[in-house]
């Protein structure tokens, strides 16, 4: 497991209008631009970032697309993590919304697979 190579997959190192290519990997980089890789260790991923307005609804929650997108692609990364050389693809994805968080929070994301 190389953690940078963690890093380097997870934090976008290009601004949206930079990307070329489907809407998606736009859509994508929009939602990781300010995740922060706060730990990696073997099987193990802890991330952060703060809600901010371009992430959030009108009424100054985090939209749950944004909350979907993330775990599909954090979910992803605790694959790296442990050490598989490749993070699959998602066929389903079960969420669910227990409470709201609001601009100028922080959020901090742990995400653990199985050995």
Do not use: N
Not at 2 to 29: C, M, Q
Not at 67 to 76: K, M, R, V, Y
């Amino acid at each position: 497991m190389d953690p940078e190579a963690v890093r380097r997959t997870l934090e976008p190192t290009a601004f949206a209008k930079e990307i070329a290519g489907s809407a998606s990997h736009l859509y994508d980089t929009f939602v990781l631009s300010g995740v922060r890789i706060d730990g990696v260790e073997h099987g193990r991923l802890l991330c952060s970032f703060v809600v901010t307005p371009r992430i959030a609804s009108p009424a100054g929650y985090l939209l749950s697309g944004v909350t979907a997108t993330l775990a599909d692609q954090l979910g992803s990364g605790v694959f790296l993590c442990s050490g598989v050389g490749t993070s699959g693809v998602s066929l389903e994805l079960s969420l669910s919304y227990v409470d709201v968080a609001s601009i100028g929070v922080r959020l901090r994301i742990l995400l653990l697979i199985g050995t």
